[in-house]
């Protein structure tokens, strides 16, 4: 029961429920319909097919434990395993992650091992089967305790140009250093042209934007 492919059997089986950002799942309910977030419904998966509490606030009461992208990105930091997103696209069961970034909230999916995907997408559209390509992935996510099998093809997983932002490590590079002159030839000063994307660089970001 606990593996990849069943992990994606059962998502499957949530296709058209709805989507509530911030939403919570009793991941011990076998019944749960919906309503879902991103997190929750990955996590339900997960907890339902192998009795793992992964990406949530706890890993004692899966009646409360609050599931979040931010935990699911803790988690594989702290639990493993990591691995990339071009790998998960042909893991039945492994979940992709986009992490947040300041205001913007991230997103997870399972990955259907094909390329594809199933996730609760949003408000509008629910529980969907979508794909990983031409959409921006920080990571894929193994979680210890499931048995995954690949499949035999590799999968191109295209994704949009790289964006500039804050994560956790800092993105560092020449470019970044262009990026610092620009903010500073318009007035906004980054505190530096150290070619690291920190958290200053990002609020002079953040202003050039809104100004």
Not at 58 to 74: I, M, S, V
Not at 132 to 156: H, K, S
Request: aromatic fraction near 8%.
């Amino acid at each position: 029961m606990n593996t990849g492919k069943a992990v994606v059997e059962l998502a499957l089986r949530h296709l058209g429920e709805d989507y509530v950002l911030g939403a919570l799942a009793p991941k011990d309910d076998p019944s749960w319909d919906g309503p879902w977030d991103c997190a929750e419904f990955v996590s339900w998966c997960v907890y339902q097919t192998s009795h793992i509490l992964y990406g949530c606030s706890n890993t004692t009461n899966p009646a409360t434990a609050d599931a979040w992208t931010g935990f699911w990105a803790r988690d594989a930091e702290a639990r493993g395993k990591k691995i990339s997103v071009a790998e998960a696209a042909r893991i039945p069961g492994a979940a992709v992650l986009r992490v947040g970034v300041g205001t913007k909230v991230g997103h997870i999916v399972i990955s259907d091992g094909k390329g594809g995907t199933v996730e609760a997408h949003s408000r509008n559209t629910g529980v969907i089967r979508s794909t990983l390509r031409d959409r921006r992935w920080d990571l894929g996510i193994l979680v210890p305790g499931i048995t995954y099998e690949a499949g035999p093809e590799t999968i191109a997983v295209a994704q949009p140009p790289l964006v500039y932002r804050l994560t956790h490590p800092y993105m560092r590079g020449e470019k970044i250093k262009e990026i610092q002159q620009a903010l500073m030839d318009q007035g906004f000063n980054p505190r530096g042209l150290d070619g690291v994307f920190g958290p200053k660089t990002f609020a002079a970001v953040l202003a050039f934007q809104q100004a």
